[in-house]
């Protein structure tokens, strides 16, 4: 499943950065936005089979980009992986009522995140092992 589009919605740099070198070392073509804003300006152009999106974004947050795109017919389809540093309680409901496919909380375990998107990209796995 290598090859595949994934984009990267993140404002924390350090965070986008260890996304992208996780899930490039496993060949995904990756695209990185650091805003909702940058992240719809990438779409135009970029059709990624999934996106891990950042709850946290500053101007429109992730849950409201999520809702966008799965409204509209020609981003619908994309997965997406709610990504948050602050995970509260509810958190992962108010992100699947979004429109999200799975949910991570920060700091991500780069040992399974890997497993975590490849299952979701077979159309498998749709939340973070334990």
């Given at each position: 499943m290598t090859g595949q589009a994934i984009l990267i919605?993140?404002?924390n740099q350090a965070n986008a950065d260890l996304l992208s070198f996780l899930l490039r070392k496993k060949g995904y073509d990756i695209r990185v936005a650091g805003d909702a804003h940058e992240a719809l300006e990438i779409l135009r152009t970029f059709s990624p089979r999934l996106i891990m999106m950042d709850l946290q974004?500053?101007?429109?947050?992730g849950l409201a980009l999520t809702r966008k795109l799965k409204a509209d017919p020609a981003t619908r389809g994309i997965i997406i992986v709610a990504l948050t540093a602050y995970a509260m309680k509810g958190d992962d409901e108010r992100a699947r009522d979004a429109g999200c496919d799975a949910y991570v909380s920060k700091p991500i375990n780069t040992r399974t995140l890997p497993g975590l998107v490849a299952g979701l990209l077979a159309g498998g796995e749709r939340s973070e092992p334990a």
């Open positions: 919605v993140d404002d974004l500053p101007g429109m947050d």
